[in-house]
Protein backbone atom coordinates (compact mmCIF):
# COMPACT_ATOMS: atom_id res chain seq x y z
CA UNK A 1 0.00 0.00 0.00
CA UNK A 2 1.20 3.52 -1.03
CA UNK A 3 2.62 5.80 1.99
CA UNK A 4 -0.18 8.66 2.16
CA UNK A 5 1.79 11.76 2.56
CA UNK A 6 -0.11 15.25 3.16
CA UNK A 7 1.49 18.33 1.16
CA UNK A 8 0.27 21.94 1.80
CA UNK A 9 1.47 25.15 0.81
CA UNK A 10 0.57 28.05 3.27
CA UNK A 11 2.52 31.74 2.45
CA UNK A 12 3.08 35.02 3.54
CA UNK A 13 5.57 37.36 4.26
CA UNK A 14 4.22 39.31 6.98
CA UNK A 15 5.20 43.02 6.81
CA UNK A 16 3.62 43.56 11.07
CA UNK A 17 4.74 47.87 10.45
CA UNK A 18 1.75 47.55 7.50
CA UNK A 19 -1.38 48.68 8.17
CA UNK A 20 -3.08 46.15 5.53
CA UNK A 21 -4.54 43.01 6.51
CA UNK A 22 -3.79 39.77 5.22
CA UNK A 23 -7.51 38.21 4.68
CA UNK A 24 -8.64 34.97 2.80
CA UNK A 25 -9.32 37.41 -0.42
CA UNK A 26 -6.00 37.70 -0.61
CA UNK A 27 -4.81 34.81 -1.21
CA UNK A 28 -7.31 34.13 -3.50
CA UNK A 29 -6.58 37.34 -5.53
CA UNK A 30 -2.31 35.62 -5.71
CA UNK A 31 -2.12 31.53 -5.42
CA UNK A 32 -5.28 29.53 -3.80
CA UNK A 33 -6.21 26.33 -4.92
CA UNK A 34 -7.88 23.52 -2.99
CA UNK A 35 -8.11 19.45 -3.05
CA UNK A 36 -8.12 18.27 -6.97
CA UNK A 37 -7.71 21.81 -8.00
CA UNK A 38 -3.77 21.56 -6.73
CA UNK A 39 -2.97 19.22 -8.91
CA UNK A 40 -4.31 20.61 -12.45
CA UNK A 41 -2.92 24.08 -11.88
CA UNK A 42 -0.04 23.07 -10.10
CA UNK A 43 1.66 20.02 -12.18
CA UNK A 44 4.42 20.50 -14.24
CA UNK A 45 5.63 24.16 -12.66
CA UNK A 46 8.89 24.94 -11.40
CA UNK A 47 7.60 25.45 -7.82
CA UNK A 48 8.08 23.93 -4.63
CA UNK A 49 4.38 21.88 -4.58
CA UNK A 50 4.92 20.76 -8.31
CA UNK A 51 8.37 19.17 -7.05
CA UNK A 52 5.85 17.66 -4.16
CA UNK A 53 3.84 16.23 -7.18
CA UNK A 54 6.80 14.84 -8.79
CA UNK A 55 8.23 13.30 -6.35
CA UNK A 56 5.38 11.57 -5.18
CA UNK A 57 5.33 9.68 -8.46
CA UNK A 58 9.10 9.28 -7.81
CA UNK A 59 8.60 7.46 -4.29
CA UNK A 60 5.31 5.68 -4.82
CA UNK A 61 3.38 8.13 -2.70
CA UNK A 62 -0.13 8.71 -2.44
CA UNK A 63 -0.48 12.60 -2.34
CA UNK A 64 -3.07 14.28 0.04
CA UNK A 65 -3.03 18.21 -0.91
CA UNK A 66 -5.80 19.96 0.84
CA UNK A 67 -4.42 23.39 0.16
CA UNK A 68 -2.01 25.57 -1.32
CA UNK A 69 -2.72 29.30 -0.15
CA UNK A 70 0.58 32.37 -1.14
CA UNK A 71 -0.50 36.08 -0.76
CA UNK A 72 1.58 39.61 -1.89
CA UNK A 73 3.17 40.15 1.41
CA UNK A 74 1.38 42.87 3.77
CA UNK A 75 0.07 43.37 7.25
CA UNK A 76 -0.41 40.40 10.05
CA UNK A 77 -3.14 37.55 8.78
CA UNK A 78 -6.57 37.96 10.06
CA UNK A 79 -7.34 35.00 12.96
CA UNK A 80 -10.11 33.80 10.71
CA UNK A 81 -7.82 33.18 7.85
CA UNK A 82 -5.64 31.16 9.75
CA UNK A 83 -8.25 29.23 11.58
CA UNK A 84 -9.70 28.19 7.81
CA UNK A 85 -6.20 27.22 7.20
CA UNK A 86 -5.29 25.24 10.14
CA UNK A 87 -8.58 23.33 10.30
CA UNK A 88 -8.37 22.38 6.14
CA UNK A 89 -4.80 21.19 6.86
CA UNK A 90 -5.65 19.07 9.87
CA UNK A 91 -8.96 17.48 8.67
CA UNK A 92 -6.62 15.94 5.74
CA UNK A 93 -3.80 15.35 7.74
CA UNK A 94 -5.60 12.70 9.61
CA UNK A 95 -3.44 9.59 9.27
CA UNK A 96 -0.91 10.27 7.23
CA UNK A 97 2.50 8.65 7.17
CA UNK A 98 4.58 11.74 6.45
CA UNK A 99 4.23 15.51 6.22
CA UNK A 100 5.90 17.99 3.16
CA UNK A 101 4.79 21.69 4.32
CA UNK A 102 5.88 24.45 1.91
CA UNK A 103 5.94 27.52 4.31
CA UNK A 104 7.37 30.72 4.39
CA UNK A 105 8.62 31.09 7.83
CA UNK A 106 7.80 34.31 8.16
CA UNK A 107 4.15 34.64 8.53
CA UNK A 108 2.42 36.46 11.30
CA UNK A 109 -1.36 36.16 12.31
CA UNK A 110 -3.22 38.48 14.34
CA UNK A 111 -2.41 37.38 18.27
CA UNK A 112 -0.23 34.68 16.56
CA UNK A 113 3.70 35.87 15.99
CA UNK A 114 5.43 32.67 15.45
CA UNK A 115 2.35 31.36 13.09
CA UNK A 116 4.55 28.59 11.25
CA UNK A 117 5.60 26.76 14.45
CA UNK A 118 1.85 27.22 15.47
CA UNK A 119 0.73 25.20 12.50
CA UNK A 120 3.62 22.68 13.56
CA UNK A 121 2.86 22.32 17.25
CA UNK A 122 -1.02 21.89 15.92
CA UNK A 123 -0.09 18.81 13.48
CA UNK A 124 2.40 17.42 15.98
CA UNK A 125 -0.39 17.13 19.07
CA UNK A 126 -2.33 15.70 16.32
CA UNK A 127 -0.41 13.32 14.56
CA UNK A 128 2.55 12.27 17.27
CA UNK A 129 6.31 12.45 17.56
CA UNK A 130 6.87 9.87 15.13
CA UNK A 131 5.52 10.93 11.99
CA UNK A 132 8.22 12.90 9.73
CA UNK A 133 7.78 16.60 9.40
CA UNK A 134 9.76 17.77 6.53
CA UNK A 135 9.43 21.69 5.81
CA UNK A 136 10.65 23.98 3.14
CA UNK A 137 11.14 27.77 3.28
CA UNK A 138 12.02 31.05 2.11
CA UNK A 139 15.28 32.42 2.42
CA UNK A 140 13.99 35.07 4.58
CA UNK A 141 12.21 33.15 7.05
CA UNK A 142 12.08 33.92 10.58
CA UNK A 143 13.34 30.96 12.03
CA UNK A 144 11.75 29.73 15.31
CA UNK A 145 13.52 27.49 17.81
CA UNK A 146 9.94 26.32 18.28
CA UNK A 147 9.51 25.26 14.38
CA UNK A 148 13.23 23.98 14.67
CA UNK A 149 12.25 21.68 17.82
CA UNK A 150 8.84 20.59 15.65
CA UNK A 151 10.52 19.73 12.01
CA UNK A 152 12.68 16.53 11.44
CA UNK A 153 14.14 18.85 8.52
CA UNK A 154 14.68 22.29 7.73
CA UNK A 155 15.17 23.70 3.62
CA UNK A 156 15.37 26.45 2.40
CA UNK A 157 16.07 28.80 -1.12
CA UNK A 158 19.62 29.34 -1.76
CA UNK A 159 19.04 31.58 -3.92
CA UNK A 160 17.82 35.55 -4.28
CA UNK A 161 16.27 36.23 -6.31
CA UNK A 162 14.73 32.69 -5.53
CA UNK A 163 14.63 30.55 -8.64
CA UNK A 164 15.24 27.03 -6.97
CA UNK A 165 11.75 27.06 -5.57
CA UNK A 166 11.48 23.68 -7.45
CA UNK A 167 15.14 21.61 -5.95
CA UNK A 168 14.16 22.91 -2.48
CA UNK A 169 10.91 20.96 -2.49
CA UNK A 170 12.33 18.25 -4.13
CA UNK A 171 15.35 18.32 -1.42
CA UNK A 172 12.49 18.61 1.29
CA UNK A 173 11.01 15.39 -0.18
CA UNK A 174 14.36 13.38 -0.90
CA UNK A 175 14.75 13.97 2.92
CA UNK A 176 11.53 12.64 3.51
CA UNK A 177 11.94 9.75 1.72
CA UNK A 178 15.04 9.04 3.49
CA UNK A 179 13.25 8.70 7.10
CA UNK A 180 10.70 6.75 5.23
CA UNK A 181 13.05 4.08 4.04
CA UNK A 182 15.59 4.25 6.95
CA UNK A 183 13.03 4.86 10.08
CA UNK A 184 15.20 7.69 11.28
CA UNK A 185 13.85 10.73 12.52
CA UNK A 186 16.37 13.45 11.69
CA UNK A 187 16.59 16.48 14.08
CA UNK A 188 17.10 20.38 13.86
CA UNK A 189 19.86 22.46 15.44
CA UNK A 190 19.09 26.07 15.30
CA UNK A 191 21.42 28.89 16.11
CA UNK A 192 20.26 32.59 15.47
CA UNK A 193 22.62 35.23 16.21
CA UNK A 194 21.98 39.28 17.62
CA UNK A 195 20.72 40.50 14.72
CA UNK A 196 17.99 41.99 12.98
CA UNK A 197 19.47 42.48 9.49
CA UNK A 198 22.48 39.88 7.80
CA UNK A 199 23.54 37.47 4.70
CA UNK A 200 22.99 40.64 2.37
CA UNK A 201 19.45 39.81 2.94
CA UNK A 202 20.50 37.08 1.16
CA UNK A 203 21.55 38.69 -2.31
CA UNK A 204 23.14 36.32 -4.78
CA UNK A 205 23.15 38.11 -7.76
CA UNK A 206 26.59 38.22 -10.15
CA UNK A 207 28.20 40.95 -7.62
CA UNK A 208 26.94 39.82 -4.05
CA UNK A 209 29.61 37.95 -2.56
CA UNK A 210 28.08 37.39 1.50
CA UNK A 211 25.51 35.37 0.62
CA UNK A 212 27.24 33.05 -1.67
CA UNK A 213 30.42 33.04 0.67
CA UNK A 214 28.19 31.80 3.57
CA UNK A 215 26.14 28.91 1.62
CA UNK A 216 30.20 27.74 0.23
CA UNK A 217 30.63 27.69 4.09
CA UNK A 218 27.43 25.82 4.75
CA UNK A 219 28.25 23.59 1.97
CA UNK A 220 32.14 22.59 3.25
CA UNK A 221 30.22 22.14 6.97
CA UNK A 222 28.14 19.44 5.53
CA UNK A 223 30.59 17.83 3.43
CA UNK A 224 33.13 17.42 5.94
CA UNK A 225 30.25 15.89 8.63
CA UNK A 226 28.33 12.66 7.34
CA UNK A 227 25.50 13.09 10.12
CA UNK A 228 24.79 16.88 8.49
CA UNK A 229 21.90 15.92 5.87
CA UNK A 230 20.85 19.65 5.02
CA UNK A 231 21.88 23.23 5.96
CA UNK A 232 19.44 25.88 6.04
CA UNK A 233 20.86 29.55 6.28
CA UNK A 234 17.96 31.91 6.46
CA UNK A 235 18.71 35.57 6.15
CA UNK A 236 15.89 36.49 7.49
CA UNK A 237 12.90 39.22 7.10
CA UNK A 238 13.43 42.36 9.40
CA UNK A 239 10.10 44.39 8.61
CA UNK A 240 8.50 41.76 11.54
CA UNK A 241 8.39 43.23 14.78
CA UNK A 242 8.66 39.58 16.57
CA UNK A 243 10.94 37.49 18.25
CA UNK A 244 12.57 35.38 16.48
CA UNK A 245 13.17 37.99 13.94
CA UNK A 246 16.52 37.83 11.73
CA UNK A 247 19.17 35.43 10.14
CA UNK A 248 19.42 32.01 11.36
CA UNK A 249 21.18 28.62 10.63
CA UNK A 250 18.84 25.46 10.75
CA UNK A 251 20.80 22.06 10.76
CA UNK A 252 19.35 19.17 9.88
CA UNK A 253 21.07 15.88 10.61
CA UNK A 254 21.40 13.11 13.35
CA UNK A 255 23.42 12.91 16.72
CA UNK A 256 21.97 14.77 18.50
CA UNK A 257 21.28 19.21 18.09
CA UNK A 258 24.22 19.83 20.45
CA UNK A 259 26.32 18.33 18.49
CA UNK A 260 24.72 19.46 15.00
CA UNK A 261 24.51 23.19 16.56
CA UNK A 262 28.37 23.00 17.59
CA UNK A 263 29.60 21.95 13.99
CA UNK A 264 27.69 25.24 12.75
CA UNK A 265 28.16 27.79 15.33
CA UNK A 266 31.30 29.52 12.60
CA UNK A 267 28.35 29.66 10.48
CA UNK A 268 26.06 31.59 12.88
CA UNK A 269 29.63 33.59 13.55
CA UNK A 270 30.20 34.43 9.76
CA UNK A 271 26.94 36.01 10.16
CA UNK A 272 27.07 38.03 12.18
CA UNK A 273 30.77 38.88 11.14
CA UNK A 274 29.03 40.33 7.70
CA UNK A 275 26.04 42.18 8.98
CA UNK A 276 27.41 45.43 7.82
CA UNK A 277 28.21 44.29 4.45
CA UNK A 278 26.06 45.32 1.33
CA UNK A 279 26.59 44.66 -2.16
CA UNK A 280 23.88 47.00 -3.41
CA UNK A 281 23.14 50.91 -3.30
CA UNK A 282 20.45 52.87 -3.07
CA UNK A 283 20.42 55.76 -5.37
CA UNK A 284 18.31 58.85 -4.76
CA UNK A 285 15.54 59.83 -7.15
CA UNK A 286 17.59 63.20 -8.46
CA UNK A 287 20.53 59.85 -9.40
CA UNK A 288 17.31 58.45 -11.11
CA UNK A 289 16.36 60.86 -12.94
CA UNK A 290 19.85 61.88 -14.06
CA UNK A 291 20.62 58.63 -15.47
CA UNK A 292 17.03 58.39 -16.96
CA UNK A 293 17.89 61.94 -18.76
CA UNK A 294 21.21 60.01 -20.25
CA UNK A 295 19.55 56.32 -21.34
CA UNK A 296 19.94 55.64 -24.82
CA UNK A 297 17.33 56.70 -27.59
CA UNK A 298 17.63 52.86 -28.71
CA UNK A 299 18.97 49.93 -27.37
CA UNK A 300 18.81 48.11 -24.21
CA UNK A 301 16.66 49.57 -21.57
CA UNK A 302 18.12 51.07 -18.50
CA UNK A 303 16.01 48.93 -15.19
CA UNK A 304 15.18 50.83 -12.43
CA UNK A 305 14.20 48.83 -9.38
CA UNK A 306 12.12 51.30 -7.08
CA UNK A 307 12.94 48.76 -4.33
CA UNK A 308 11.74 50.63 -1.29
CA UNK A 309 7.56 50.27 -2.71
CA UNK A 310 8.63 46.35 -3.43
CA UNK A 311 5.32 44.28 -2.93
CA UNK A 312 7.44 41.70 -2.48
CA UNK A 313 8.38 43.45 1.20
CA UNK A 314 4.45 44.43 2.34
CA UNK A 315 4.87 47.59 0.53
CA UNK A 316 2.08 49.11 -0.76
CA UNK A 317 3.22 49.35 -4.41
CA UNK A 318 1.28 52.29 -5.44
CA UNK A 319 4.17 55.26 -4.52
CA UNK A 320 4.22 57.78 -7.77
CA UNK A 321 7.57 59.78 -6.41
CA UNK A 322 9.52 58.40 -9.16
CA UNK A 323 6.54 58.36 -11.86
CA UNK A 324 6.29 62.30 -10.81
CA UNK A 325 9.96 63.13 -11.00
CA UNK A 326 10.33 61.54 -14.80
CA UNK A 327 7.32 63.50 -15.45
CA UNK A 328 8.72 66.77 -14.16
CA UNK A 329 12.45 66.55 -15.55
CA UNK A 330 10.19 65.65 -19.11
CA UNK A 331 11.75 62.08 -19.38
CA UNK A 332 9.87 59.86 -22.08
CA UNK A 333 9.97 56.42 -23.36
CA UNK A 334 9.70 55.69 -20.09
CA UNK A 335 7.38 52.27 -18.83
CA UNK A 336 6.91 51.95 -15.42
CA UNK A 337 5.12 48.81 -13.95
CA UNK A 338 3.03 48.38 -11.86
CA UNK A 339 1.09 51.27 -9.77
CA UNK A 340 -1.18 49.83 -7.40
CA UNK A 341 -4.79 51.39 -7.96
CA UNK A 342 -7.95 49.34 -7.97
CA UNK A 343 -9.86 53.10 -7.82
CA UNK A 344 -8.08 54.02 -10.84
CA UNK A 345 -8.58 50.62 -12.69
CA UNK A 346 -12.00 51.37 -12.14
CA UNK A 347 -11.99 55.35 -13.30
CA UNK A 348 -9.86 53.90 -16.31
CA UNK A 349 -11.93 51.40 -17.26
CA UNK A 350 -15.78 53.30 -17.16
CA UNK A 351 -13.56 55.60 -19.65
CA UNK A 352 -12.98 52.83 -21.78
CA UNK A 353 -10.16 52.90 -24.48
CA UNK A 354 -8.89 55.44 -26.32
CA UNK A 355 -10.64 58.04 -23.68
CA UNK A 356 -8.67 60.72 -21.67
CA UNK A 357 -8.85 60.53 -18.31
CA UNK A 358 -7.64 62.86 -15.49
CA UNK A 359 -6.88 61.02 -12.27
CA UNK A 360 -5.54 60.81 -8.30
CA UNK A 361 -3.13 58.30 -8.88
CA UNK A 362 -1.03 56.18 -6.20
CA UNK A 363 0.86 58.12 -3.83
CA UNK A 364 3.21 60.56 -3.24
CA UNK A 365 4.20 59.15 0.51
CA UNK A 366 4.80 55.16 1.71
CA UNK A 367 3.30 56.46 5.01
CA UNK A 368 -0.12 57.94 4.09
CA UNK A 369 -2.74 58.36 1.16
CA UNK A 370 -1.27 61.45 -1.44
CA UNK A 371 -2.32 61.16 -4.68
CA UNK A 372 -0.27 62.64 -8.02
CA UNK A 373 -3.01 64.41 -10.14
CA UNK A 374 -2.46 63.16 -13.85
CA UNK A 375 -3.75 63.24 -17.24
CA UNK A 376 -3.09 60.53 -19.84
CA UNK A 377 -5.20 58.61 -22.63
CA UNK A 378 -6.36 54.83 -21.98
CA UNK A 379 -4.42 52.45 -24.09
CA UNK A 380 -5.42 48.77 -22.46
CA UNK A 381 -8.68 48.71 -20.02
CA UNK A 382 -9.24 44.71 -19.54
CA UNK A 383 -10.86 42.97 -16.53
CA UNK A 384 -8.12 40.72 -15.96
CA UNK A 385 -4.50 41.06 -16.88
CA UNK A 386 -3.32 37.67 -16.43
CA UNK A 387 -0.05 35.59 -17.59
CA UNK A 388 1.96 32.71 -17.12
CA UNK A 389 5.16 33.03 -15.99
CA UNK A 390 8.10 32.34 -18.76
CA UNK A 391 11.64 33.25 -16.63
CA UNK A 392 12.97 30.86 -13.68
CA UNK A 393 11.38 32.16 -10.39
CA UNK A 394 8.15 29.70 -10.40
CA UNK A 395 8.55 29.39 -14.17
CA UNK A 396 4.67 28.20 -15.63
CA UNK A 397 2.67 29.49 -12.61
CA UNK A 398 -0.65 31.27 -13.73
CA UNK A 399 -1.20 34.79 -11.75
CA UNK A 400 -3.31 37.91 -12.42
CA UNK A 401 -2.68 41.29 -12.32
CA UNK A 402 -6.43 41.65 -11.76
CA UNK A 403 -8.73 44.41 -13.85
CA UNK A 404 -5.72 45.89 -15.56
CA UNK A 405 -5.20 49.43 -17.27
CA UNK A 406 -2.64 51.05 -19.24
CA UNK A 407 -2.37 54.72 -19.16
CA UNK A 408 -0.24 57.35 -21.44
CA UNK A 409 0.77 59.85 -19.77
CA UNK A 410 3.00 62.84 -21.65
CA UNK A 411 5.38 59.72 -22.78
CA UNK A 412 5.19 57.87 -19.63
CA UNK A 413 3.55 54.50 -20.38
CA UNK A 414 1.91 53.68 -16.66
CA UNK A 415 0.39 50.32 -15.65
CA UNK A 416 -2.10 50.55 -13.21
CA UNK A 417 -2.97 47.22 -11.56
CA UNK A 418 -5.86 46.15 -9.04
CA UNK A 419 -3.35 43.24 -7.56
CA UNK A 420 -0.38 44.44 -5.69
CA UNK A 421 2.25 41.99 -7.28
CA UNK A 422 6.06 42.38 -7.20
CA UNK A 423 7.29 42.46 -10.91
CA UNK A 424 9.41 39.40 -11.50
CA UNK A 425 8.61 38.40 -15.01
CA UNK A 426 8.68 39.83 -18.19
CA UNK A 427 5.61 38.53 -18.87
CA UNK A 428 3.55 41.15 -16.48
CA UNK A 429 4.28 43.61 -19.09
CA UNK A 430 3.68 41.14 -22.22
CA UNK A 431 0.33 40.71 -21.38
CA UNK A 432 -1.21 44.34 -21.23
CA UNK A 433 0.56 44.31 -24.65
CA UNK A 434 3.99 45.71 -24.15
CA UNK A 435 7.04 45.13 -25.29
CA UNK A 436 9.67 45.58 -22.40
CA UNK A 437 12.85 45.67 -24.53
CA UNK A 438 11.16 48.65 -26.51
CA UNK A 439 11.41 51.27 -23.69
CA UNK A 440 14.48 53.43 -23.03
CA UNK A 441 13.75 52.98 -19.18
CA UNK A 442 11.58 50.19 -17.29
CA UNK A 443 10.94 51.57 -13.24
CA UNK A 444 9.83 47.61 -11.40
CA UNK A 445 8.15 47.74 -8.27
CA UNK A 446 11.10 45.50 -6.69
CA UNK A 447 14.14 45.31 -4.81
CA UNK A 448 16.00 42.09 -6.12
CA UNK A 449 13.53 39.34 -7.71
CA UNK A 450 13.44 41.62 -10.98
CA UNK A 451 17.17 40.57 -11.81
CA UNK A 452 16.80 37.13 -13.21
CA UNK A 453 13.99 38.56 -15.91
CA UNK A 454 15.06 41.58 -16.43
CA UNK A 455 18.91 41.90 -16.02
CA UNK A 456 19.57 40.17 -19.55
CA UNK A 457 17.34 42.56 -21.96
CA UNK A 458 18.75 45.59 -19.55
CA UNK A 459 22.12 48.03 -20.51
CA UNK A 460 22.26 48.88 -16.97
CA UNK A 461 20.35 48.94 -13.53
CA UNK A 462 20.19 50.70 -10.29
CA UNK A 463 18.00 50.20 -7.08
CA UNK A 464 16.28 53.28 -6.26
CA UNK A 465 14.93 54.45 -2.71
CA UNK A 466 12.02 56.52 -3.80
CA UNK A 467 11.06 57.22 -0.22
CA UNK A 468 8.68 54.01 0.00
CA UNK A 469 7.22 52.05 2.47
CA UNK A 470 9.54 49.17 2.80
CA UNK A 471 13.01 51.56 3.64
CA UNK A 472 16.38 49.72 4.33
CA UNK A 473 17.26 51.71 7.46
CA UNK A 474 15.70 49.38 10.24
CA UNK A 475 16.51 52.06 13.15
CA UNK A 476 13.75 54.47 11.86
CA UNK A 477 10.81 51.29 13.06
CA UNK A 478 9.33 50.90 16.41
CA UNK A 479 9.90 47.64 17.57
CA UNK A 480 8.66 46.13 20.35
CA UNK A 481 8.80 42.84 20.92
CA UNK A 482 12.02 41.69 18.88
CA UNK A 483 14.35 40.16 21.80
CA UNK A 484 16.99 42.54 22.93
CA UNK A 485 19.97 43.53 22.25
CA UNK A 486 20.16 43.37 18.87
CA UNK A 487 21.60 44.94 16.14
CA UNK A 488 21.48 47.69 14.59
CA UNK A 489 18.61 49.02 16.82
CA UNK A 490 21.33 48.39 20.11
CA UNK A 491 25.39 48.78 20.21
CA UNK A 492 27.80 45.89 20.99
CA UNK A 493 31.63 46.32 21.65
CA UNK A 494 33.18 44.32 18.70
Known amino acids: MALRILSAQISHETNTFSTTPTTLESFRLRTFWLGADIGRNMRGTKTEVGAHIDAAEKYGWELVQPIIAHATPAGRVTKATWEFFVKTICEAAEGVDGVLLALHGAMVVEEI ?114 DIQAIAVCAGFPWSDIESVGPSVCVTGRGGVDALKALATPLADGIWATRHMRSVRYASIEEAVDHARRAPESGSPLVIGDATDNPGQGAPGNNVALLQAF ?168
Open 113 to 226: DDAEGELLSILRKQLGDSVPVAVSLDMHANVSQRMADLSNAIVTYRTYPHVDHYPTGLLAAELLDRMLRTGERFQVAYLQPATLDGCDFGRTHADATVMPSLLAQADAIQAASP
Open 327 to 494: LAAGISGVAVACVSDPAAVRACIAAGEGSRVTLELGSLSGQRRMPLKVTGAVTLAKDDARFVISGTMRKGLEMSLGPTAVLQVEGITVIIATANLQVIDLEILRCVGLRPEGFRVLVVKSQQHFRNAFTPIASSVMIVDAKGAVSPDLTHLDYKNTRRPIWPLDSFSE
